[in-house]
Nanobody, 126 residues
Framework: QVQLVESGGGSVQAGGSLRLSCAASGYIYSTYYIYCMGWFRQAPGKEREGVAG??????TTYADSVKGRFTISQDKAKNLYLQMDSLKPEDTAMYYC??????????????????WGQGTQVTVSS
């Protein structure tokens, strides 16, 4: 099994920055190959949406709403990060770290992700 634990959420004023982290553990590389990792978010009353993803070739994908403001990165230990700058009130949501063991995630398909963390809350006030 793949276990994902997020940290770094909090409250910030509009225009501010936050950095989310996600620690991946519990998987055996030879058994569970992680093709992609990413960040999703879900605001109250809305569906969960993909925010940013990175594949095993370090190619990245971003939702249009966060391009130029958010940056996804990953270290060699598969820990995942999301640097969020110029935050807006509409970025307020529960943010989830996710992993995909399905290779078609490389084509930017958000529905390829099949492992999820518990989430961390991000609140942006105006």
């Amino acid at each position: 099994q793949v276990q994902l634990v997020e940290s770094g959420g909090g409250s910030v004023q509009a225009g501010g920055s936050l950095r989310l982290s996600c620690a991946a553990s519990g998987y055996i590389y030879s058994t569970y190959y992680i093709y992609c990792m990413g960040w999703f978010r879900q605001a109250p009353g809305k569906e969960r949406e993909g925010v940013a993803g990175i594949d095993d070739d370090r190619s990245t994908t971003y939702a249009d709403s966060v391009k130029g403001r958010f940056t996804i990165s990953q270290d060699k230990a598969k820990n995942l990060y999301l640097q969020m700058d110029s935050l807006k009130p509409e970025d307020t949501a529960m943010y989830y770290c996710a992993a995909s063991l399905r290779s078609f995630c490389r084509r930017g398909y958000w529905d390829a992700y099949n492992y999820w963390g518990q989430g961390t809350q991000v609140t942006v006030s105006s």
